[in-house]
């Protein structure tokens, strides 16, 4: 009997210490947490910091220092990130929907799987960047700089290129459906794989652009000519 009754009260002990340290735990997260943001906005930085999974939709960022800041599977619905600098940001699978990146710095920022549709990113700079796989559906990418980007598998349908600089991206099997390509630059960019359907080529550099394996349904080249290959119709 007074075995079993040891055994009981040392159970309980076990129990509360554990409960301790897990209350203890979750306030040191929400501590961080709640520190960073309040770091955020009384330095207007966050350098290398951990955001990962963190809430911050409708935040405004605008003009943050986040340089190497970690926002893995953050939440960045309709933040404001005007002027931000994301130089080597991890933004994987990162919730960007119409997210405010007017002019951000986004040089070799890590974008893969992330939601950046209808997002506004007019004039910034994306040179290096990871977007494997990205959703970019119906985003203002208009005067944005792409140089040496990533952007493999991305959903491009729909998005605005006008006058975007792509010099050397990879673009290999991106769905450009739909997508806005008025004086884009594409000079050495490599588009193997992409289905260029109905796309007006006709202002675009294309010098040096590799082009293997692409569908071209009533393709329109910057010669004048209308190009079908691969396409199901002809």
Do not use: W
């Not at 350098?47 to 220092?65: F, R």
């Not at 980007?149 to 998005?159: E, G, I, M, R, V």
């Not at 739909?178 to 010098?207: F, P, R, W, Y």
């Amino acid at each position: 009997m007074k075995l079993t009754t040891k055994r009981f009260f040392i159970s309980v002990i076990l129990i509360l210490i554990l409960g301790l340290l897990t209350t203890t735990t979750i306030h040191k997260r929400y501590s961080l947490h709640a520190y960073s943001l309040a770091q955020i906005k009384a330095t207007g930085a966050c350098l290398a910091c951990s955001l990962a999974g963190s809430d911050l939709q409708h935040v405004d960022l605008s003009g943050t220092d986040l340089r190497g800041a970690n926002l893995k599977g953050a939440n960045l619905k309709a933040t404001n990130l005007e002027g931000a600098n994301l130089n080597g940001a991890i933004l994987i699978e990162a919730n960007l929907y119409r997210a405010n990146l007017y002019e951000a710095n986004l040089t070799n920022a890590v974008l893969s799987s992330a939601d950046l549709s209808k997002a506004y990113l007019v004039k910034s700079n994306l040179s290096g960047a990871n977007l494997t796989e990205a959703s970019l559906s119906r985003a203002d990418m208009s005067n944005s700089i792409l140089k040496g980007a990533n952007l493999s598998k991305a959903d491009l349908s729909y998005t605005n290129l006008h006058f975007t600089n792509l010099y050397r991206a990879d673009l290999t099997k991106a769905n450009l459906t739909g997508a806005k390509l008025l004086n884009t630059h594409l000079l050495e960019s490599i588009l193997d794989l992409t289905d260029l359907s109905g796309i007006d080529l006709s202002n675009v550099n294309l010098q040096g652009t590799r082009l293997n394996n692409v569908v071209y349904c009533q393709t329109q080249f910057p010669d004048g000519a209308i190009i079908n290959v691969g396409c199901p119709q002809f």
